[in-house]
């Protein structure tokens, strides 16, 4: 069984900066790809970015690409969400979230992939 927990999220100012992070435990971190993704009020829950077991390859949301990136830390079991320039949009609850590596490709888009899920942060962000 893998836990989650996000930290990071907060009140910033459109413009401004904020870095997330997902401490892992209870498994091999290096065995899973990771993902983020946020739920804004009244909204599903949308995909925000995805990286691979490795950190070889990553995916964005057309949304955040070129503001947001995604990075890990297999020695630190942590994965990151540096996002800037932030706009109001922004504003929602990000999760973190982790599956089982696998050789075939799967949609990093889709949540039910995933296996396991923190608790989330939440990220506002005043016009």
């Known amino acids: 069984q893998v836990q989650l927990v996000e930290s990071g999220g907060g009140l910033v100012q459109a413009g401004g900066s904020l870095r997330l992070s997902c401490a892992a435990s209870?498994?091999?971190?290096?065995?899973?790809?990771m993902g983020w993704f946020r739920r804004a009020p009244g909204s599903e829950r949308a995909f925000v970015a995805h990286?691979?077991?490795?950190?070889?390859?990553?995916y964005y949301a057309d949304s955040v690409k070129g503001r947001f990136t995604i990075s890990r830390d297999n020695d630190k079991n942590t994965v990151y969400l540096q996002m800037n320039s932030l706009k109001s949009e922004d504003t929602a609850v990000y999760y973190c979230?982790?599956?089982?590596?696998?050789?075939?490709?799967?949609?990093?888009?889709?949540?039910?992939?995933?296996?396991?899920w923190g608790q989330g942060t939440q990220v506002t962000v005043s016009p």
């Open positions: 990286i691979t077991w490795n950190g070889g390859t990553t």
């Open positions: 979230a982790a599956r089982r590596s696998s050789p075939y490709y799967v949609r990093p888009q889709n949540g039910d992939a995933y296996d396991y």
């Open positions: 209870g498994g091999t971190f290096s065995n899973y790809d």
